[in-house]
């Protein structure tokens, strides 16, 4: 595919997922603030043969050439179990999506926007929802606020720039995602501490940690609570079997039992919340590289991690509680034993809780309540083929 001078090639092989790689680390390396990836997880993201997201979509990668120079990249993507939920929690029947994008100037962006809204068209997709990189469990959304600051882990973090080159391509704005950010050393709320304090007078009520010696037990129950927890939220495509276990697998070396609770109700687990240390602390200054010797200091760090920074990427409680003052009870809980283990056993000062929906508003009240400001924001546009 050609626009003008510039050349959209779609990418087959194993070297061109390479070079589309390596685009990402050009691009980020002129943003102080960006954390470059290991590249071993950058390159097993885009590859078919180990990401089981491919099990369940259709995916194009994409490089913009002008003469010989790469100059952007873009993935164009159909997630067939997105394309099976309903219309009004946002993804569903012919919606597709594009992501993991970066580009040299305006010019290359339209060049490339609109040989993704080719091929999915040509596909038959009638609405795109962009930028997810690739899955919405991944990296959703363009960040509109926070450049200041790096992003925790798993958080993506784009110039600022390409918003404005998206709107005037016909996006606009479908939702707004927000992390939040608190000082989770100082004590929370009288208020917090009172309905905490109570819960642990419940016998009803049993908080405990997850058993890393029943890793994929526990892994597997977390998120059968996750896919009910979320099953009605904006934008929710649910976990497979085989994304489960990949995701444990990721999971399960920077998972440190007392930061991941699991709420007990009668007996049976009704929520749970992840938190995960900030490796993108240590991660930064190792620009990708784990060879020769930053293996070694990953070794050291995941026996022992000190951080800044914890981040709540993931919580949920059980879709019939949801409406109850047990559910909020339940997260204040679970957020205050974290925050203590997370200052007394890692020597945490920050947490950062997110992405959160604008319009979950349950999740923005628990925030609020524990006086956080947001500090982050994300951008997930849409348009119309």
Do not use: C
Request: hydrophobic share 45%; charged share 25%.
């Amino acid at each position: 595919m050609a626009h003008g001078e510039i050349r959209i090639v779609p990418v087959s092989d194993k070297a061109g997922r390479a070079a589309f790689v390596d685009l990402a680390y050009a691009f980020g390396a002129r943003d102080p603030n960006w954390v470059p990836p290991l590249r071993m997880e950058a390159l097993e993201l885009v590859d078919p043969a180990r990401n089981p997201f491919f099990g369940h979509a259709d995916v194009q990668l994409m490089i913009a050439y002008r003469g010989a120079a790469a100059v952007g990249r873009i993935s164009a993507h159909i997630d067939r179990l997105a394309l099976e939920q309903p219309a009004d929690q946002g993804m569903g029947p012919g919606t597709g999506n594009w992501g993991l994008f970066e580009a040299e100037d305006e010019e290359v962006a339209a060049a490339l926007i609109s040989a993704a809204e080719e091929w999915l068209r040509g596909r038959g997709m009638t609405r795109v929802l962009a930028p997810l990189s690739m899955s919405i469990w991944e990296e959703p959304g363009q960040l509109v606020r926070g450049h200041d600051h790096p992003p925790t882990v798993m958080m993506g973090h784009q110039p600022a720039h390409y918003a404005a080159w998206f709107t005037a391509l016909g996006y606009t704005r479908a939702k707004t995602l927000h992390t939040f950010e608190l000082d989770i050393v100082r004590p929370f709320p009288p208020l917090i501490q009172r309905i905490v304090a109570a819960g642990h007078k419940n016998a009803r009520i049993r908080i405990r940690n997850v058993d890393k010696r029943h890793f994929d037990a526990e892994a597997a129950l977390i998120l059968d609570i996750l896919n009910d927890a979320w099953s009605d939220n904006w934008g929710f495509v649910p976990f497979t079997d085989r994304e489960i276990a990949y995701a444990g697998k990721k999971f399960k070396p920077i998972v440190r039992e007392d930061l991941i609770m699991i709420a007990d109700y009668d007996g049976e687990p009704v929520a749970f919340m992840m938190t995960l240390p900030d490796m993108n602390e240590v991660v930064k200054p190792m620009r990708g590289k784990l060879f020769p010797f930053n293996w070694a200091k990953l070794l050291l760090w995941l026996r022992n991690p000190r951080v800044r920074t914890m981040r709540v990427p993931l919580m949920g409680v059980r879709k019939r509680l949801q409406s109850s003052r047990m559910a909020s009870q339940l997260a204040f809980m679970m957020i205050e034993q974290i925050r203590a283990n997370s200052v007394a056993n890692y020597g945490a000062t920050r947490g950062e809780i997110g992405w959160i929906l604008e319009d979950n508003q349950g999740m923005v009240a628990i925030a609020d309540a524990l006086g956080t400001s947001i500090n982050r924001e994300y951008l997930i546009y849409e348009k119309i083929l």
